[in-house]
């Protein structure tokens, strides 16, 4: 496993485009969340609340208020709804970007449409943004009657694949997908490793 990470490492600083993918996202089959989520992402899920409203608060403060108070349900913490799974499919999405980590980021990016899918994958779920210039990819399971649990790791620019959730600490991600809507679910992804607080992720059915 080391052996793979570290081939993975050196084709990115080669500027080689292909990233070397293990056979699966994750080390272990299983079917419960707990039983491979990392300490760190651990806690980023369980200060997730705390998270998006100093994420809000942050972006409201940089005179963002009119684009958050725009999007609705999708930027208030407490919007997810009872329901089923979200389905199998291909979903039209974007990425809106809050509370920026250091000096000279901004506060608050939306980024326009995407292209996502989610798939069968061993009795569960795997999710993946297609395009855009970071991609996020990976399985969600079964959580509690109101979100699911999102564990998978982050592709970058032109790489064909991503790193085995756990493998790269800086790669990984974790978040609840949440339905907040008839026809609309957000993933939340508190604590991002790169340039903001929340990351949120809106997905749609796309059209036929």
């Not at 969340?33 to 998006?52: G, Q, S, Y």
């Not at 699911?148 to 991503?162: K, M, N, P, S």
């Amino acid at each position: 496993m080391r052996a793979a990470f570290l081939i993975s490492l050196a084709m990115i600083s080669s500027g080689c485009t292909l990233v070397q993918q293990p056979t699966r996202m994750l080390a272990e089959n299983t079917h419960d969340w707990r039983e491979v989520i990392k300490a760190p992402d651990r806690e980023r899920l369980r200060d997730w609340r705390k998270t998006f409203v100093a994420a809000v608060a942050a972006a409201r403060k940089a005179g963002h208020s009119a684009d958050i108070d725009r999007e609705g349900v999708l930027l208030e913490p407490d919007a997810a709804l009872a329901g089923p799974a979200i389905p199998i499919g291909a979903y039209r999405c974007r990425v809106i970007k809050l509370g920026a980590q250091g000096t000279g980021l901004l506060d608050y990016v939306a980024y326009p449409g995407f292209t996502c899918r989610v798939s069968p994958q061993g009795g569960l779920q795997l999710l993946r943004k297609l395009t855009g210039s970071q991609r996020e990819v990976g399985i969600v399971f079964p959580g509690d009657p109101i979100r699911e649990v999102f564990l998978g790791t982050l592709v970058l620019g032109d790489e064909h694949g991503g790193l085995q959730y756990g493998l790269d600490q800086q790669r990984d991600i974790a978040g609840y997908l949440e339905r907040i809507g008839p026809q609309r679910w957000r993933l939340v992804m508190p604590k991002p490793h790169f340039e903001s607080q929340l990351d949120v992720l809106e997905l749609i059915p796309a059209e036929g």
